[in-house]
């Protein structure tokens, strides 16, 4: 099962919005073929193993990171694929939470007389499909909320300047990570002060863009700014409100970018109502790489699932320079947003906390 974990995460920034799968075939003591699911649209873990597989079957077992399928969708169901290979035994590391499978497949194996065995790596075969699990039951990305600061809590010094607080090998798990997220998101500040280009880039060259979200309620965007002049395959949406003049809304589409209009009673753009969209685009899971502001909004509407958040060793002191998270604040220590599952890493000497945002 760890090698079919493993081999899953090879469709990493290929597969989305469908779910990482690994599938790996044993007969004794030996791996006699394997296979995962290599891209959106294309054949099932399953059904690759299987096909990767020369030998009979009788006496082998499958082991698979989730339950195989049951539905007519893209492709035809593996559950009865499995059946009809003379596969015995499956091994499932988790129950497939998608409404359309959701414990049928493992029934359909059941009733053939094939032995089933569940929940043998639950937990790491979860932790992999995050982004689907979220997505296939709320219909909305999961939110990641990623920060990086100074031993003193400073994401910028007074005059604001930021490159780079983290060093090299952080920088670098950055762009992996967003290798693996469908989409990204800053506020109109960072578009503002820092004009990224919020695409993916990694050593070898390798990585698909994630699309690129700016929050920017009155779309202040200048035109020259860089998410709206790159060749790039992803999209570049900017979510605003109705009190964004048509004009620049039009200047906006004609460079290309997509425009989600969210209503507003506040003046802000609406966080909630705008995941609701961003997953009808299919778009399950979400990098927010801040700033404040923006940062402050997602942990208050309640929609960040996750957090990270690299602390470098440095100081830079100022009454004024900026922190993670803004906004208006709580007053409240009861009222904090607490992490569950704390994770610590070390890049060198920068250090990564992550947990997940306990519900409230
Ligand atoms: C995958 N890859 O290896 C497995 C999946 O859109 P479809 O028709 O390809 O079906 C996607 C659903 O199939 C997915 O949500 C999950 O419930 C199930 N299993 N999907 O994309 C795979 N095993
Ligand atoms: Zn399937």
Not at 75 to 80: D, R, V
Not at 223 to 244: G, M, P, Q, Y
Request: charged content about 25%.
């Amino acid at each position: 099962m760890r090698r079919a974990l493993d081999i899953a995460k090879e469709g990493r920034g290929q597969v989305s919005p469908n779910p990482l799968v690994g599938a790996v075939i044993v007969k004794g003591n030996r791996i006699i073929a394997e296979g995962y699911h290599e891209y959106y649209g294309g054949p099932h873990a399953e059904i690759n193993a299987l096909k990767n597989c020369h030998e009979n079957l009788e006496d082998a077992v499958m082991y698979v990171t989730l339950e195989p399928c049951s539905h007519y969708g893209k492709t035809p169901p593996c559950a009865e694929a499995i059946v009809e290979s003379g596969i015995k035994q499956v091994v499932v590391a988790m129950k497939d939470p998608n409404p359309l499978v959701a414990g049928k497949g493992i029934t359909i194996l059941k009733k053939k007389g094939i032995e089933v065995i569940t929940g043998v790596l639950e937990n790491e075969a979860k932790k992999l499909n995050e982004f689907f699990i979220k997505y296939i039951l709320e219909k909305k990305p999961f939110v990641i909320v990623k920060t990086a600061m100074t031993l003193d809590g400073k994401i910028a010094t007074v005059s604001g300047d930021s490159k780079w607080i983290t060093n090299k090998l952080s920088r670098a798990y950055v762009h992996d990570l967003r290798n693996q997220v469908a989409a990204i998101m800053v506020g109109i500040g960072t578009v503002l002060n820092d004009d990224p280009f919020l695409t993916s880039r990694l050593p070898d060259g390798r990585g698909a863009d994630p699309h690129r979200i700016v929050v920017d309620s009155t779309a202040q965007i200048p035109l020259s700014a860089k998410v709206l002049n790159i060749d790039s395959k992803a999209k570049t949406i900017i979510a605003t409100t109705e009190h964004t003049d048509s004009s620049k809304i039009s200047s906006l589409k004609a460079k290309g970018a997509e425009i989600i209009v969210t209503p507003n009673t506040t003046g802000k753009v609406d966080l909630s109502y705008l995941l609701s969209k961003l997953g009808e685009m299919k778009i399950d899971s979400l990098l927010i790489e801040g700033g404040g502001q923006l940062n402050f909004s997602a942990f208050n509407t309640n929609n960040v699932d996750k957090v990270l958040s690299f602390i470098s060793p440095k100081i830079i002191g100022g009454k004024k320079a900026i922190t993670p998270v803004a906004g208006q604040g709580i007053e409240c220590i009861n009222n904090a947003v607490n992490l569950t599952d704390i994770d610590i890493e070390r890049f060198q000497d920068d250090i990564l906390i992550s947990g997940y945002v306990k519900k409230r």
